[in-house]
Nanobody, 124 residues
Framework: QVQLVESVGGSVQAGASLRLSCAAS????????MGWFRQGPGKEREFVAW????????EYADSVKGRFTISRDNVKNTVYLQMNSLKPDDTAVYYC?????????????????WGQGTQVTVSS
C-alpha cells in the first residue's frame, strides 16, 4: 500500500502561482512513477503531468505545457507540481497518483494509488 497526501491547495487570482506537493508513505517511493490529474467542475478527471521513477523523464498535458512543472524528491518521498500563470480553467480538484512503473502514463487507469485530492480555485 502507498498512502498519498496532497498539500492544501488554495484560491488565487489569474496569473498567480501555486505549488502543490504530495507526500508518499508506505512503500519505496522511488519504485513508483508519479502523476498529477485534475477534475474540474462538471468535467471528467484529466491528465496533467507525470514524472518517471528517477525524475528524468516527464510528460505534460498540452493545456499546462510551459506553465506547470512536475518534480520529485526521492529522499523526501514527495512529488511537486509547480503551477505558474494560473488561469480560471485550471480550477479543479488536483490528485496525485502512483504507478508502479518506470515511467508514468496519461491514463488514470494505470495508477494504483491516489491521494484524496486538493482544491485549486483560480478567479479572474
Amino acid at each position: 500500500q502507498v498512502q498519498l497526501v496532497e498539500s492544501v491547495g488554495g484560491s488565487v487570482q489569474a496569473g498567480a502561482s501555486l505549488r502543490l506537493s504530495c507526500a508518499a508513505s508506505g512503500r519505496t517511493f522511488s519504485n513508483y512513477a508519479m502523476g498529477w490529474f485534475r477534475q474540474g467542475p462538471g468535467k471528467e478527471r484529466e491528465f496533467v503531468a507525470w514524472i518517471s521513477r528517477s525524475g528524468d523523464t516527464f510528460e505534460y498535458a498540452d493545456s499546462v505545457k510551459g506553465r506547470f512543472t512536475i518534480s520529485r524528491d526521492n529522499v523526501k518521498n514527495t512529488v511537486y507540481l509547480q503551477m505558474n500563470s494560473l488561469k480560471p480553467d485550471d480550477t479543479a480538484v488536483y490528485y496525485c497518483a502512483a504507478d508502479r512503473a518506470v515511467i508514468g502514463s496519461v491514463e488514470a487507469t494505470a495508477y494504483e494509488y491516489w491521494g484524496q485530492g486538493t482544491q485549486v480555485t483560480v478567479s479572474s
